[in-house]
Nanobody, 119 residues
Framework: QVQLVESGGGLVQPGGSLRLSCAASGSISSIFGMGWYRQAPGKQRELVAS??????NYQDFVKGRFTISRDNAKNAVYLQMNSLKPEDTAVYYC??????????????WGQGTQVTVSS
């Protein structure tokens, strides 16, 4: 009933920038929070940044480099990534807690988008 679709990943050189987008669609009644996670090869999935009620939260390893924002009218969340480093290479996943017309809040994941930082 609910889908999260990410876009914007790709290959970028160290120091470069990328902007990830994620749009939620379906029988949505309320979105309670949205965020971005990432998973590098051989590592666990980890939170990168989240936004809820206008408040943002960043992990220390992206503070000052990444910016999360949200467009409530489009049910979308964005991640502007600047000053990218090779260690930022990972699959980035959109995550959101969404209520639908027929159920209470549930956690949803996007399919992931690959970000590769390499010269």
């Amino acid at each position: 009933q609910v889908q999260l679709v990410e876009s914007g990943g790709g290959l970028v050189q160290p120091g470069g920038s990328l902007r990830l987008s994620c749009a939620a669609s379906g029988s949505i009644s309320s979105i309670f929070g949205m965020g971005w996670y990432r998973q590098a090869p051989g590592k666990q999935r980890e939170l990168v940044a989240s936004i809820s009620g206008g408040r943002t939260n960043y992990q220390d390893f992206v503070k000052g480099r990444f910016t999360i924002s949200r467009d409530n009218a489009k049910n979308a969340v964005y991640l502007q990534m600047n000053s990218l480093k090779p260690e930022d290479t990972a699959v980035y996943y959109c995550n959101s807690n969404i209520g639908t017309l027929t159920s209470g809040p549930r956690n949803y994941w996007g399919q992931g988008t690959q970000v590769t930082v390499s010269s």
